[in-house]
């Protein structure tokens, strides 16, 4: 049996070369190949050879030696009548919402509780020739009602501002003019001032205080944007602010920009012109009058690099203050360095830099920060030496972006507002000089500060936001950094119910600051202080909320509520807040 099937493989094997070289005669006759003499030993026997690993580089032991064939191609092209007519295509439909109409004008009007009243009026035309003019109203007024006060703590603050301009390609500019008046009283008296009084001298002196102090403001301003000149932008300014005390104070500031190129290389020249001029009608005593005046001008040439991630801003800044009234002409000189560099594109970009500035206090400045402040101020400009920071910023998702930094700050004369105490004459019985007022104090302080920010758009219908700054101050002369909080935290939340509700909460943390407060003795008041000590404000937050309704495109109704943990918190000393505030109001827009 075992001979049997050697001889029928043996015949097998004929077959197929046999086969095979019919089959390659047939391809080329005109090759002759040759004839060969297979013999067949034994069976195949398939086996599995052993595993190995491919090498990166491999060798090759075969050498292609076979004659390449040169094969010629003829192509015989002729026009094919065709008469497919392809159907025309209909694009798919896409579900959009109705796109809201967009107004040039509105007007809000909203009341609520402690008389609280909140208006805006704003229109804008645009003329045949390609101008455009506009005006803004504003009206923010309460009748006050804080509990346990012994003055009227209610105020008003108004405001009108007329604009006319031009825009173009190469070419922008616009005047503006504008009007406010304020009003508010002083009516954070310090209970130590009469507390072992009996209770008609307490009402006498109580009623012979006129807490009421009203504020004025004319301002008059313009810019100019050129497109393709050395002259980028240019912007001036002039405010005359004053009060029912006699106050005065005039303020001019210019700031053009110039840039250009210079070998490929982009500068960038900042200048500033920064003049003020005032007068208090007396001291806090009530005996001397007070005149302030400074001329500060400055220089900031910088320029830009730009290399692939990386973009760094090179700058100085040169500034020379003149004293008109009182005080040295000084020069200063300030570090302007900026970078960012792409970590990780746009997901995470770290930046850093080293700014100062020579910055103009004036008194209406101070008044915008605190209401309550006394006519009877020290005004001076503050040296910021530098401000070095680093940080980071960019993005977790594409919804959520982040920002952290530290700083270092080191300033000269900085101003810090501190309670006043009851002046040691009678010369000077007006309204802000029984310890209801405040004052300010210059000092050189450092400040070592860290902030964090992230903000998240988690659809188009909600956002969210949240940011915290954490500040420590060291000073050289006061005790204290006063009225200066060690942390401050924020929070927003907005959200669109439906297409026609929508609403947003708010809520802010300030932690402790420091002030001084004064006891007077009682049977020498108001001409001795026997004692004045350092007093601890206690930390707040304030929740506020919004909803709305949008009746059509035109008109929405919406409710608001501010302090709605009716925290009975001080943002000044002896100066508590209102409770519990809702408004209720309306928003409509219209074109002409």
């Known amino acids: 049996m075992k001979k049997m099937k050697i001889n029928f493989q043996y015949k097998i094997a004929i077959v197929t070369v046999l086969l095979g070289t019919q089959i390659t005669f047939a391809q080329k006759k005109d090759e002759n190949i040759g004839t060969e003499v297979v013999n067949v030993v034994k069976p195949y026997t398939p086996t599995i050879s052993d595993a190995f690993k491919v090498k990166e580089t491999p060798s090759l032991e075969d050498d292609d030696n076979s004659k390449k064939e040169n094969i010629q191609y ?6 094919v009548a065709s008469t497919f007519t392809p159907s025309k295509g209909k694009a798919a439909g896409v579900d959009k919402g109705k796109q809201e ?3 040039s004008n509105y007007a809000t009007l909203a009341a609520g509780n402690y008389g609280n ?8 035309q645009t003329l045949e020739s390609g101008d455009y003019v506009g005006a803004m109203l504003r009206h923010l007024s309460s009748q006050g009602g804080i509990k346990d006060l012994d003055l009227d703590d209610k105020f008003s603050n108004s405001s009108i501002d007329l604009t006319y301009g031009s825009k173009s390609r190469n070419l922008s500019w616009n005047a503006d003019l504008g009007y406010q008046h304020q009003m508010y009283n002083w009516y954070g008296l310090n209970p130590l001032f009469y507390e072992n009084f009996i209770p008609a001298d307490k009402d006498a002196f109580i009623k012979a205080i006129d807490s009421k102090q009203t504020y004025q403001t004319i301002s008059l301003g313009g810019r100019l944007a050129l497109g393709e000149s050395v002259l980028k932008e240019a912007t001036i300014k002039f405010n005359r602010f004053s009060d029912a005390f006699s106050t005065g104070e005039n303020r001019l500031v210019a700031k053009p920009s110039l840039g250009f190129d210079v070998m490929d290389e982009k500068i960038k020249v900042d200048f500033v012109f920064d003049y003020i001029n005032g007068k208090f009608d007396k001291d806090y005593n009530g005996i001397t009058e007070l005149k302030y005046g400074y001329t500060n001008v400055g220089m900031k040439p910088s320029f830009q690099i730009n290399k692939d991630d990386l973009s760094v801003n090179l700058g100085v800044g040169f500034f020379y203050s003149m004293a008109t009234e009182s005080g040295k002409n000084k020069f200063f000189i300030y ?5 960012s560099y792409k970590v990780v594109g746009d997901l995470m970009v770290a930046y850093a830099g080293a700014e100062g500035a020579l910055k103009q206090n004036s008194y209406q400045e101070f008044v915008q920060e605190n209401f309550f402040v006394s006519p009877t101020l020290g005004i001076a400009p503050t040296d910021q030496k530098f401000d070095i920071y680093v940080g980071l910023k960019g993005k977790l998702a594409n919804t959520i972006g982040y920002n952290i930094r530290g700083s270092l700050m080191n300033e ?4 810090m507002f501190i309670s006043n105490q009851i002046p040691f004459s009678n010369n000077n019985k007006n309204g802000y000089t029984y310890g209801n007022s405040f004052n300010v104090v210059y000092d050189d302080v450092k400040t070592v500060s860290f902030y964090g920010e992230l903000k998240a758009d988690f659809s188009k219908n909600v956002s969210f936001g949240v940011n915290g700054t954490f500040s420590s101050y060291t000073t050289d002369i006061q005790e204290e950094a006063w009225n200066l909080p060690a942390l401050q935290l924020g929070a927003n939340l907005d959200f669109n119910i439906t297409d026609k509700w929508y609403a947003g909460t708010s809520v802010f943390f300030v932690g402790e600051r420091k002030d001084i407060n004064y006891k007077n ?4 008041f108001p001409l001795t202080i026997i004692l004045s000590e350092t007093k601890t404000l206690d930390s707040y937050f304030d929740l506020n909320a919004h909803v709305g309704y949008k009746y059509n495109d035109r008109l929405t109704f919406f409710v608001k509520g501010n302090n709605l943990a009716n925290q009975n918190y001080q943002r000044w000393i002896n100066y508590p807040v209102q409770g519990v505030q809702g408004l209720l109001g309306a928003n409509y827009k219209f074109d002409f």
């Open 117 to 124: 009243i909140n208006a805006e009026l704003f229109v804008t």
């Open 335 to 339: 570090p302007n360095i900026t970078a």
């Open 101 to 103: 109409k967009l107004y």
């Open 521 to 524: 003795d009682p049977v020498s």
């Open 412 to 415: 000269g004369g900085k101003p």
């Open 74 to 79: 003829n192509i015989f092209s002729f026009p």
